[in-house]
Nanobody, 120 residues
Framework: VQLQASGGGLVQPGGSLRLSCAASGSIFNSKTMAWYRQTPGKQRELVTIITSGSSTDYADSVKGRFTISRDNAKNTVYLQMNSLKPEDTAVYYC???????????????WGQGTLVTVSS
C-alpha cells in the first residue's frame, strides 16, 4: 500500500484548505484512515479518523472546524480544514490502520506529509 498526501500550503488565519490522501491497493475500503500532524520537536498528534463505515472521531482541538471524509471509489480520504488557526501549522500525514473501542492503531503505512502553514 502506498499513500500520497497533497493539498497543503500557506493560508491566512480563518481560511480553509482541503488535504487529500490517495491510496493504492485494494485494502483501502476495509480500513480506517487517519490524519496526524506534527510540528518540530513534538510528537506526531492524531487529528481525526474515519472508519470503513464512515464513522468519525476528532481531536478536541479541531472539533467543529475540521471534517474528514472518504471516497472509496477513488481510494481517497480528505481533510477539510476551516477556520484555520496559527496553531494548526504542521506537517500533516495520513495513515492507514484500525480502530477499536475508541483507540486508533496505526500501521507503518504513512503518506509523505504535506505542510500546512497558517500565517498572516
Amino acid at each position: 500500500v502506498q499513500l500520497q498526501a497533497s493539498g497543503g500550503g500557506l493560508v491566512q488565519p480563518g481560511g480553509s484548505l482541503r488535504l487529500s490522501c490517495a491510496a493504492s491497493g485494494s485494502i483501502f475500503n476495509s480500513k480506517t484512515m487517519a490524519w496526524y500532524r506534527q510540528t518540530p520537536g513534538k510528537q506526531r498528534e492524531l487529528v481525526t479518523i474515519i472508519t470503513s463505515g464512515s464513522s468519525t472521531d476528532y481531536a478536541d482541538s479541531v472539533k467543529g472546524r475540521f471534517t474528514i471524509s472518504r471516497d472509496n471509489a477513488k481510494n481517497t480520504v480528505y481533510l477539510q480544514m476551516n477556520s484555520l488557526k496559527p496553531e494548526d501549522t504542521a506537517v500533516y500525514y495520513c495513515n492507514l490502520g484500525s480502530y477499536h473501542a475508541g483507540y486508533y492503531y496505526p500501521t507503518n503505512y504513512w503518506g509523505q506529509g504535506t505542510l500546512v502553514t497558517v500565517s498572516s
